[in-house]
């Protein structure tokens, strides 16, 4: 049954609070006039269509959430993440919810394609640590055990998020954050499933300071220690869990078997250290194992394999210089995800999914998303009787 015109104002008046957003900030983003806003959130004016699509892109969720019977529920979720210092802004939270957004999409799409089985979930058990030392040693031995998993030895992971993508999680980034304030936020949901996101203003340009970010909240996936986390690196944390979840990062991504045997390939490994390290040589080593210099050094001291004095003048060289100079090219990541827009175009394609919300999903407008298929070879083939997925998305 459509919903009263009561009931879609107080939906947007709910989202408005719950974003931040004050009646002036919106009627400023949408071009219109305040009063507008409030007499459409009164209910004393009926909100149009094309009015009522333009709220729902200010406030990251598709038409078809908003009017759904039942409404959607992340207020566990965004509850604890809007607790968070740097979560404080509309912005950030309309970030977050895009994210989410995107996530429940998914879902949907797995769903009404039939291609929603659930995954072989692993799961590692570990008792809360006692110190820092339990939780590092925790740490390494769950990341050892999950590459014994994978049965990937010693080979370098350079995309962790792709990992946890082919595991059933889903991923994306949160792209309106502030540099300064999270590197990224993983959270499960009952009707969702385990969502990762990473903070690609984080990265500088090799994208490789997200790779450290996805794998620490592949450690919590893997231990089902917390519900939800925003998450921002900290050396020297108290917080046991969130230095185990660091722990296993640093093994799974630079396993001291790997380290080992690239820095002796080099010759510099002499009597169990190494005693001199070059720019070049961070360099090198950030390229084989896809990590950033401030992981790899924090790993070669936790390792004990370099000393302070060895590692002060290597914080602070250009690392882009020396990178050109050895003929090593680094560069930006794309972390949106390659599954959602896949299953878009597919349920598009196959009639299941309007295409102003298949544009949505792909990150285009409506006139790109249509240039775009037909580049690519995309034929619509609707079929009759087949229920549209968000049939309200604007077409």
């Known amino acids: 049954m459509p919903l009263a015109r009561e009931q879609i104002a107080a939906r ?113 058990r570990a008792n809360p640590p006692a110190s820092k030392r339990e939780a590092i040693q925790q740490g390494n031995r769950i990341a050892d055990q999950e590459r014994m998993r994978l049965q990937i030895g010693n080979q370098p992971i350079r995309d962790p998020l792709a990992q946890l993508e082919r595991q059933g999680v889903r991923i994306g980034a949160v792209t309106a954050i502030h540099e300064d304030q999270i590197d990224g936020l993983y959270f499960e949901s009952a009707d969702i499933g385990a969502c990762v996101a990473v903070n690609p203003a984080r990265d500088e340009w090799t994208g490789f300071r997200s790779s450290f970010t996805a794998a620490h909240e592949y450690a919590h996936w893997l231990l089902q220690d917390v519900p939800v986390e925003l998450f921002a690196f900290q050396p020297g944390t108290d917080d046991l869990q969130e230095v185990r979840a660091n722990a296993f990062a640093a ?94 175009i597919h349920a598009w394609r196959t009639g299941l999914l309007a295409a102003g919300r298949a544009a949505e999903l792909c990150g285009m407008d409506l006139q790109e998303f249509r240039a775009f298929v037909i580049e690519i070879g995309e034929q619509p083939a609707t079929y009759e009787g087949t229920p549209l997925v968000g049939a309200s998305a604007r077409e």
């Open 12 to 124: 947007l008046r709910d989202r408005r609070q719950q974003l931040g957003f004050t009646q002036a900030q919106v009627a400023d983003a949408l071009e219109i006039h305040r009063p507008t806003v409030s007499e459409i959130e009164a209910g004393r004016r009926a909100v149009t269509s094309e009015e009522l699509y333009t709220f729902c892109q200010l406030y990251a969720i598709s038409v078809g959430a908003l009017l759904s019977d039942p409404a959607p529920n992340t207020d566990q979720v965004t509850a604890v993440l809007y607790r968070r210092q740097g979560l404080d802004s509309a912005t950030a939270r309309v970030a977050v919810q895009r994210f989410i957004d995107r996530c429940r999409a998914e879902k949907e799409l797995e769903a009404a394609l039939g291609l929603d089985e659930p995954h072989e979930r692993p799961s590692y």
């Open 251 to 344: 093994a799974f991504l630079m396993p001291e078997g790997a380290i080992r045997e690239f820095f002796g390939n080099l010759g510099l490994l002499k009597n169990e250290c190494i005693w001199q390290l070059s720019p070049g040589d961070v360099v090198r080593a950030m390229d084989h194992l896809g990590v950033s210099r401030q992981a790899l050094l924090y790993r070669l001291l936790n390792l004990r394999l370099i000393s302070e004095k060895v590692a002060e003048p290597l914080w602070d060289f250009p690392v882009t210089q020396v990178a050109r100079r050895l003929g090593i090219e680094f560069g930006t990541r794309r972390y949106a995800g390659t599954r959602l827009p896949a299953l878009a």
